[in-house]
C-alpha cells in the first residue's frame, strides 16, 4: 500500500519497496547495520522477505530518504503482531517527520491486519522519539546468547 504526506522538503511517500530496489536501500541501512556488505544485505533481506519481511521506503520528491524493515509475528505471549525492524532516515532528511510516516504507515498496516501491536527493539537513543508517538516500554527484557 503506497501513502503520501508532506514535509517541509516535499512530497513524502511510503511504500513497500520492490526486490529491485533493495540496493537502492542499502546506503541508508549501512548507517546503522555498518557491518553489512550491499551483496549480504539484499541475501538477508531476500531470505527474510519469504516469512513476510518487507522493506519499506519512505520517498521525498522521489528520492529515498528513509527505511524500516517490518515482518509479522505470531507468538504465544504477544498474539498478532507486527515487529519492526532497522528504522533509519537519512541525516540530511531528520527532523522532517520521515521517521513519523514510517512508523504510521506500519500502525496502519496492523490494524488493516487485524493486529494489535506494534513491537520494536529500539536503540537507547531513539527511546524519546519512540515515546512520542505513544510507544511505551515493553516489561519484558530482551536477552541473547552468542553462540
Same mark, same amino acid.
Given at each position: 500500500?503506497?501513502?503520501?504526506?508532506?514535509?517541509?522538503?516535499?512530497?513524502?511517500?511510503?511504500?513497500?519497496?520492490?526486490?529491485?530496489?533493495?540496493?537502492?536501500?542499502?546506503?541508508?541501512? #549501512?548507517?546503522?547495520?555498518?557491518? +553489512?556488505?550491499?551483496?549480504?544485505?539484499? /541475501?538477508? =533481506?531476500? *531470505?527474510?522477505?519469504? !516469512?513476510?519481511?518487507?522493506?519499506?521506503?519512505?520517498?521525498?520528491?522521489?528520492?529515498?530518504?528513509?527505511?524500516?524493515?517490518?515482518?509479522?509475528?505470531?507468538?504465544?505471549?504477544?498474539?498478532?503482531?507486527?515487529?519492526?525492524?532497522?528504522?533509519?532516515?537519512?541525516?540530511?532528511?531528520?527532523? #522532517?517527520?520521515?521517521?513519523?510516516? +514510517?512508523?504510521?504507515?506500519?500502525?496502519? /498496516?496492523? =490494524?488493516? *491486519?487485524?493486529?494489535? !501491536?506494534?513491537?520494536?527493539?529500539?536503540?537507547?537513543?531513539?527511546?524519546?522519539?519512540?515515546?512520542?508517538?505513544?510507544?511505551?516500554?515493553?516489561?519484558?527484557?530482551?536477552?541473547?546468547?552468542?553462540?
Amino acid at each position: 500500500m503506497t501513502r503520501t504526506g508532506s514535509a517541509a522538503s516535499g512530497k513524502i511517500t511510503i511504500r513497500k519497496l520492490e526486490p529491485a530496489e533493495w540496493r537502492l536501500a542499502f546506503p541508508v541501512i #549501512a548507517v546503522l547495520r555498518t557491518h +553489512l556488505t550491499l551483496d549480504e544485505f539484499v /541475501e538477508r =533481506v531476500d *531470505r527474510q522477505s519469504f !516469512a513476510g519481511y518487507a522493506l519499506v521506503g519512505a520517498f521525498v520528491d522521489g528520492r529515498l530518504v528513509g527505511v524500516l524493515g517490518v515482518r509479522p509475528v505470531h507468538t504465544l505471549a504477544r498474539g498478532a503482531h507486527l515487529q519492526v525492524d532497522d528504522l533509519v532516515v537519512a541525516d540530511e532528511a531528520r527532523r #522532517a517527520d520521515i521517521g513519523k510516516a +514510517l512508523m504510521d504507515h506500519v500502525e496502519r /498496516e496492523a =490494524v488493516v *491486519r487485524c493486529m494489535q !501491536a506494534v513491537f520494536l527493539d529500539a536503540r537507547s537513543e531513539a527511546v524519546p522519539f519512540y515515546k512520542s508517538l505513544g510507544f511505551g516500554l515493553h516489561h519484558a527484557p530482551a536477552m541473547r546468547k552468542l553462540l
